[in-house]
């Protein structure tokens, strides 16, 4: 029915193809634990992603060995815990044992990050965060965002962005400002 | 040339061995699990060890769980542990956090010291400490949360500890269940996993 040739190119195609099925998981497992390209939507990150609203950024996400490595103003991201379905980028702003300062919705003038929770806040005032739904578990990070990837005008690191809401850092800085007086 | 192709096969090896290895990992992820469970905190419905679970993780971050389903979760305190629940309140119920926290004396000793000084407490404080009594304290489950715990309420961590969960820590769904204590005249101990959830009826 078919030619010499034919048959050949076909069975050379579905080689190449069942081969490359077998590397899915692979591929699966290295975005699921290593690293993976992740686009960021939506405005609360505002200046540091998506500044002109129009386009979206690209980062590289670090998942390898995220727990001992988030620290305060890292860039990361979680699955929202109001719904689990969505995935927010925010900036960590208190690791457990720490006390917040909080903002305006949030019901407490300020809180103690229980054991193993962050508070993140987006750099937007704008943007839904942990002053709406109070502290997240560390279970819900997804990722750790390390590199604006594109657009390439801003390719590198991360900036710092937002406040410092640490209710021992404010107390230093209260401090400082008061002996500056002096 | 013998060299040449044992490293050809070891290659071979290696890179079959990653790519069943990462199968596995997806598989264990996203479609079904089987693994041991430990602990007196789900007795009598699972045993506390040598009791192995049948997981379905279609129903990880909570897609199409309902209120009486056994699921598995990472524990909101300490996401490097896994704890098997069953799901006791949805988003939007009003809960009772828990009855057993407060016990009798202590009520009996509030109600007096309210009675001795009466007279020179606000009605403010007697109102925020009958708030605090333990059989008045409830929560409304906030949106994408639930409210777990075990059946073994005398020997569990759960919500009542950690407060809500979110539903994004929700790994899977348990349907049945193995008791390999037992042989295999009882299919080593297979049992399904019910929703033991009872509806209220008037």
Same mark, same amino acid.
């Given at each position: 029915?078919?030619?010499?040739?034919?048959?050949?190119?076909?069975?050379? /195609?579905?080689? /190449?193809?069942?081969?490359?099925?077998?590397?899915?998981?692979?591929?699966?497992?290295?975005?699921?634990?290593?690293?993976?390209?992740?686009?960021?939507?939506?405005?609360?990150?505002?200046? /540091?992603?998506?500044?002109?609203?129009?386009?979206?950024?690209?980062?590289?996400?670090?998942?390898?060995?995220?727990?001992?490595?988030?620290?305060?103003?890292?860039?990361?991201?979680?699955?929202?815990?109001?719904?689990?379905?969505?995935?927010?980028?925010?900036?960590?702003?208190?690791?457990?044992?720490?006390?917040?300062?909080?903002?305006?919705?949030?019901?407490?003038?300020?809180?103690?990050?229980?054991?193993?929770?962050?508070?993140?806040?987006?750099?937007?005032?704008?943007?839904?965060?942990?002053?709406?739904?109070?502290?997240?578990?560390?279970?819900?990070?997804?990722?750790?965002?390390?590199?604006?990837?594109?657009?390439?005008?801003?390719?590198?690191?991360?900036?710092?962005?937002?406040?410092?809401?640490?209710?021992?850092?404010?107390?230093?800085?209260?401090?400082?400002?008061?002996?500056?007086?002096? | 040339?013998?060299? $040449?192709?044992?490293?050809?096969?070891?290659?071979?090896? @290696?890179? %079959? &061995?990653?790519? =069943?290895?990462?199968?596995?990992?997806?598989?264990?992820?996203?479609?079904?699990?089987?693994?041991? &469970?430990?602990?007196?905190?789900? @007795?009598?419905?699972?045993?506390?060890?040598?009791?192995?679970?049948?997981?379905?993780?279609?129903?990880?971050?909570?897609? *199409?769980?309902?209120?009486?389903?056994?699921?598995? $979760? @990472?524990?909101? &305190?300490?996401?490097? +542990?896994?704890?098997?629940?069953?799901? &006791?309140?949805? =988003? *939007?119920?009003?809960?009772?956090?828990?009855?057993?926290?407060?016990? @009798?004396?202590?009520?009996?000793?509030?109600?007096?010291?309210?009675? $001795?000084?009466?007279?020179? +407490?606000?009605?403010?404080?007697?109102?925020?400490?009958?708030?605090?009594?333990?059989?008045?304290?409830?929560?409304?489950?906030?949106?994408?949360?639930? %409210?777990?715990? *075990?059946?073994?309420?005398?020997?569990?961590?759960?919500?009542?500890?950690?407060?809500?969960?979110?539903?994004?820590?929700?790994?899977?769904?348990?349907? =049945?269940?193995?008791?390999?204590?037992?042989?295999?005249?009882? %299919?080593?101990?297979?049992? %399904?996993?019910?929703?033991?959830?009872?509806?209220?009826?008037?």
């Amino acid at each position: 029915m078919f030619s010499e040739k034919t048959v050949q190119t076909l069975r050379f /195609t579905l080689k /190449t193809s069942l081969i490359f099925l077998t590397w899915v998981p692979v591929i699966y497992t290295f975005n699921e634990h290593v690293c993976y390209i992740s686009k960021v939507e939506g405005s609360s990150m505002k200046p /540091t992603f998506n500044p002109s609203s129009t386009k979206s950024d690209f980062v590289l996400l670090w998942k390898w060995n995220l727990k001992p490595n988030l620290n305060i103003n890292d860039v990361i991201l979680l699955r929202s815990p109001i719904n689990p379905e969505k995935i927010y980028a925010k900036r960590i702003k208190g690791l457990q044992g720490d006390k917040i300062q909080t903002r305006y919705p949030y019901p407490k003038q300020s809180v103690l990050i229980p054991r193993n929770h962050l508070w993140v806040e987006g750099d937007n005032i704008h943007s839904i965060d942990s002053n709406n739904f109070g502290p997240v578990s560390n279970g819900l990070v997804i990722g750790k965002a390390c590199y604006i990837i594109f657009p390439f005008s801003r390719f590198g690191p991360i900036p710092d962005g937002g406040r410092e809401c640490r209710e021992s850092k404010l107390r230093n800085f209260n401090q400082d400002k008061e002996s500056q007086v002096v | 040339m013998a060299i $040449a192709e044992n490293i050809i096969f070891l290659k071979s090896t @290696l890179s %079959w &061995t990653l790519r =069943a290895g990462c199968f596995i990992h997806f598989f264990h992820s996203n479609i079904y699990e089987f693994k041991e &469970t430990r602990g007196e905190s789900m @007795l009598p419905t699972l045993n506390f060890k040598n009791d192995y679970v049948h997981c379905l993780k279609s129903y990880k971050y909570g897609r *199409g769980c309902e209120i009486g389903d056994m699921v598995v $979760a @990472l524990k909101p &305190t300490d996401p490097d +542990q896994r704890v098997c629940k069953r799901i &006791t309140g949805m =988003a *939007g119920d009003v809960v009772l956090i828990d009855p057993s926290s407060g016990s @009798l004396d202590k009520y009996k000793h509030h109600d007096n010291r309210n009675n $001795a000084a009466a007279t020179a +407490q606000s009605a403010a404080t007697a109102a925020a400490e009958t708030v605090k009594d333990a059989f008045n304290r409830y929560i409304v489950v906030p949106e994408g949360h639930v %409210w777990v715990t *075990g059946d073994n309420l005398s020997h569990s961590l759960d919500s009542r500890t950690y407060s809500v969960m979110p539903m994004g820590l929700i790994k899977g769904k348990i349907i =049945a269940a193995n008791d390999l204590n037992e042989d295999y005249r009882t %299919w080593w101990g297979f049992r %399904w996993m019910e929703n033991t959830f009872v509806k209220e009826t008037k």
